[in-house]
């Protein structure tokens, strides 16, 4: 069982820049490739990006593909999402998610994830 507790959201103005954290308890972190997904009042949970559990392979979303970096401290059990350039589309609830696996690779959005975090919220200004 992987508990995920994210933190770092807040109210920002367009145009800036935030690092949400998500920290995992337990001591199999690095078996777990990590996910980070958004969702927006009445719109549905959008995949934002994910990362390896190497953390060396990762994949995002078009729309933060450029302003958004997903990485990794496996030694923490910390995934980050350093987000620049924030717009006011950008505002949701952000989540990160967990998939158990032992391959290298960074998941896609259509895969079931396996532990989900409760989310930070993420408001962003014009």
């Known amino acids: 069982q992987v508990q995920l507790v994210e933190s770092g959201g807040g109210l920002v103005q367009a145009g800036d820049s935030l690092r949400l954290s998500c920290a ?12 980070w997904f958004r ?3 009445g719109k549905e949970r959008e995949f ?9 392979k990762t994949n995002y979303v078009g729309s933060v593909k450029g302003r958004f970096t997903i990485s990794r401290d496996n030694a923490k059990n910390t995934v ?7 717009k ?4 949701a609830v952000y989540y990160c998610a967990a998939i158990s696996t032992y391959r290298d690779y ?4 259509n895969q079931r994830y396996d532990y ?6 993420v408001t962003v200004s014009s």
């Open 24 to 35: 995992a308890s337990g001591r199999t972190f690095s078996t777990y490739a990590m996910g």
């Open 106 to 109: 960074a998941p896609s959005a």
């Open 80 to 86: 980050y999402l350093q987000m620049n350039t924030l």
């Open 39 to 41: 969702q927006a009042p």
């Open 88 to 91: 006011p589309e950008d505002t």
């Open 116 to 121: 989900w975090g409760q989310g930070t919220q």
């Open 48 to 56: 934002v990006g994910a990362i390896s559990i190497s953390g060396l």
